[in-house]
């Protein structure tokens, strides 16, 4: 053999190791690890929006587009941080070994996480009141492990409605009002940073259309204290 050849030969060789180099480095990147979240609620405004439509329109696509690597399952109910209605924490990207094909073991975890987001929803159902502060506080104390933000999808109308809180009655129609009620929450809301929420119907089943407005600025208002911490929020309606 020339030495032609074997230069070619030696090229070639490398070329393949470094292939496959970049291969096993594709591999490691593409590893799903954000924690995830899903809240959903079961109050009777829930079922008014029909949150289990929501639940199947957005579920999938929230865990594809934030690339869960966990999922955890917090209720909306009446008292949701004790709650027995939430489901265990989901892996959405085991490494099962063998021959699987990772799409479909990801496909297939989506689809369970969708299963045990309804379930969650059907028990949450039996105690129909609306502590979402409760909600959002179990969410981030069952914060699952991962990297960078973690990634809440709320499905809610987020009509607080539980104990001595309640949005239908709290005014919120002029400034003074606005700034005493996020005022007066704020020193009992969760922490929240380090998390973004993706809210699917803030303020959607009130028939006003100005109580609506005045919902989603109090929400947005609460979330931009530094007693919630300033989590990252898009509402989606």
């Known amino acids: 053999m020339d ?5 070619r030969r030696r090229i070639a060789f490398g070329a393949a190791l470094a292939v496959g180099a970049l291969s096993l480095t594709g591999c490691s990147a593409d590893k799903l690890t954000t924690p995830c ?23 999938n696509d929230f865990a ?24 265990k924490t989901l892996p959405m990207d085991p490494d099962l070994g063998g021959n ?15 299963t045990r987001a309804n379930a969650m929803l059907e028990c949450a159902r039996q105690n129909p009141s609306s502590d979402v502060l409760g909600a959002l506080r179990r969410a981030a104390d069952q914060r699952p492990p991962g990297d960078g933000t973690y990634q809440v999808l709320v499905v809610s109308d987020m009509l607080q409605n539980a104990g001595d809180l309640s949005l239908y009655k709290m005014e919120l129609g002029t400034e003074a009002a606005m700034t005493k009620a996020v005022d007066t929450v704020a020193a009992q809301a969760p922490k929240l940073a380090g998390m973004r929420l993706d809210i ?3 303020g959607v089943t009130l028939s006003s259309s100005k109580k ?3 919902v989603k600025t109090f929400w947005t208002r609460l979330f931009k204290t530094a007693a919630v911490g300033d989590p990252e929020v898009d509402f989606e309606r």
């Open 64 to 87: 594809v587009e934030q690339k869960c690597g966990q999922m955890a399952f917090v209720p909306i109910d009446g008292a949701p941080v004790g709650s027995v209605c939430t489901q």
């Open 100 to 114: 699987s094909d990772q799409e479909t073991v990801r496909t297939g975890r989506r689809t369970l996480a969708l």
């Open 37 to 59: 979240a899903v809240v959903v609620d079961g109050s009777g405004s829930g079922a008014k929006f029909d949150a289990a439509t929501r639940l199947k329109d957005r579920l």
């Open 212 to 214: 609506a407005v005045e």
């Open 3 to 7: 030495l032609t050849s074997r230069s």
């Open 200 to 202: 699917t119907d803030c």
